[in-house]
């Protein structure tokens, strides 16, 4: 795994897959060998960087957990693996879980996007109280465009407390956005990561030029993923919007039924690994819904198997 201090190069050599977690029948312990293996399929498909965040649902960890996750994760990441665990979202996760990493070798560690009561003064204070205490730089998550102001994000930017930024403001417009426009005037774009997967990643890097993108089908077809971003720094725009096609079925039943449920059970469906159970406050989809999501993954798992192998 990956220790050394997040370069530019870091940032954009990879997608950044965002698996869900293996957890055994009682929700709470993690079922190693399924993570591995997901983990292993991952970087199969020429996938360096593993982000442990939504998908892993670590806003519902309990503290024993999260203490065990931070210790699995180097253990399923492969030596040239970037692995990137999460924290937060509030205050008080913060505090605790950055004393936890603190004793770990991680590079840097993603702060959940807060939805609780906050301001951007606020918000910078606890980005930079993380920082310090988690001896560690962090990757910030940003779904508002009222979490910072544009300024605050270049200050921590700057000074190394923030070493990049998952973007992910929905603007219904992927294709403008003045408040990413500023944001980029003080941010330099090799920093910036799209965060909403992979059909916003199309307008995002071809008409803002960001690095790389997250998403979570990656962890199905992580090929096609890598395929999709190599056809983006290339500028074969209708390449990689081909390769995006044929998961629209599958991002559709994220946003009708759930990101999260849908990509964890997803996963499963798809024979890479089982993820086991599910966290409250969430719950798996219905048999129904499963017999949709199966429908969805099938041309993503075939699509997969047509892509020749990495070089």
Same mark, same amino acid.
């Given at each position: 795994?990956?220790?050394?201090?997040?370069?530019?190069?870091?940032?954009?050599?990879?997608?950044?897959?965002?698996?869900?977690v293996s957890l055994e029948p009682d929700g709470t312990h993690l079922n190693g060998p399924e993570n591995?293996?997901?983990?292993?399929?991952?970087?199969?498909?020429?996938?360096?960087?593993?982000?442990?965040?939504?998908?892993?649902?670590?806003?519902?960890?309990?503290?024993?957990?999260?203490?065990?996750?931070?210790?699995?994760?180097?253990?399923? /990441? *492969? %030596?040239?693996?970037? $692995?990137?665990?999460? +924290?937060?979202?509030?205050?008080?996760? @913060?505090? &605790?879980? =950055?004393?936890?990493?603190?004793?770990?070798?991680?590079?840097?560690?993603?702060?959940?996007?807060?939805?609780?009561?906050?301001?951007?003064?606020?918000?910078e204070a606890a980005i930079r109280d993380f920082a310090d205490r988690a001896g560690m730089a962090a990757?910030?998550?940003?779904?508002?465009?009222?979490?910072?102001?544009?300024?605050?994000?270049?200050?921590?930017?700057?000074?190394?407390?923030?070493?990049?930024?998952?973007?992910?403001?929905?603007?219904?417009?992927?294709?403008?956005?003045?408040?990413?426009?500023?944001?980029?005037?003080?941010?330099?774009?090799?920093?910036?990561?799209?965060?909403?997967?992979?059909?916003?990643?199309?307008?995002?890097?071809?008409?803002?030029?960001?690095?790389?993108?997250? /998403? *979570? %089908?990656?962890?199905? $077809?992580?090929?096609? +993923?890598?395929?999709?971003?190599?056809? @983006?720094? &290339?500028? =074969?725009?209708?390449?990689?919007?081909?390769?995006?096609?044929?998961?629209?079925?599958?991002?559709?039943?994220?946003?009708?039924?759930?990101?999260?449920?849908?990509?964890?059970?997803?996963?499963?469906?798809?024979?890479?690994?089982?993820?086991?159970?599910?966290?409250?406050?969430?719950?798996?989809?219905?048999?129904?819904?499963?017999?949709?999501?199966?429908?969805?993954?099938?041309?993503?798992?075939?699509?997969?198997?047509?892509?020749?192998?990495?070089?």
């Open positions: 795994m990956k220790t050394t201090p997040v370069t530019e190069d870091d940032i954009a050599r990879s997608v950044w897959a965002v698996p869900p591995a293996k997901l983990a292993a399929h991952i970087e199969a498909g020429g996938v360096s960087t593993l982000l442990y965040g939504g998908n892993a649902n670590i806003y519902a960890m309990t503290h024993g957990t999260y203490s065990d996750l931070l210790d699995a994760i180097p253990d399923w /990441a *492969g %030596a040239d693996t970037w $692995a990137i665990p999460s +924290a937060g979202p509030d205050f008080g996760k @913060l505090r &605790d879980q =950055a004393a936890m990493l603190a004793r770990t070798r991680f590079p840097a560690a993603m702060l959940l996007p807060m939805t609780g009561p906050s301001s951007p003064q606020g918000t990757i910030l998550y940003l779904r508002s465009d009222q979490m910072l102001l544009p300024d605050q994000i270049g200050a921590l930017v700057d000074d190394g407390t923030v070493v990049a930024v998952k973007y992910a403001v929905e603007t219904g417009d992927f294709t403008r956005d003045p408040y990413l426009d500023r944001m980029l005037s003080v941010v330099p774009r090799p920093r910036v990561v799209s965060g909403i997967g992979e059909i916003a990643a199309v307008p995002h890097l071809r008409s803002f030029g960001l690095a790389s993108f997250t /998403a *979570g %089908a990656v962890c199905i $077809a992580p090929r096609r +993923a890598m395929a999709v971003l190599a056809a @983006l720094k &290339d500028r =074969a725009v209708a390449r990689a919007t081909a390769l995006t096609g044929p998961i629209q079925p599958l991002e559709d039943l994220r946003n009708e039924h759930g990101a999260i449920a849908v990509i964890h059970d997803a996963v499963t469906l798809s024979g890479v690994a089982d993820m086991g159970a599910m966290t409250p406050h969430l719950s798996h989809v219905p048999d129904h819904v499963k017999d949709q999501i199966a429908a969805a993954v099938a041309p993503l798992l075939e699509q997969e198997s047509d892509l020749t192998e990495p070089a």
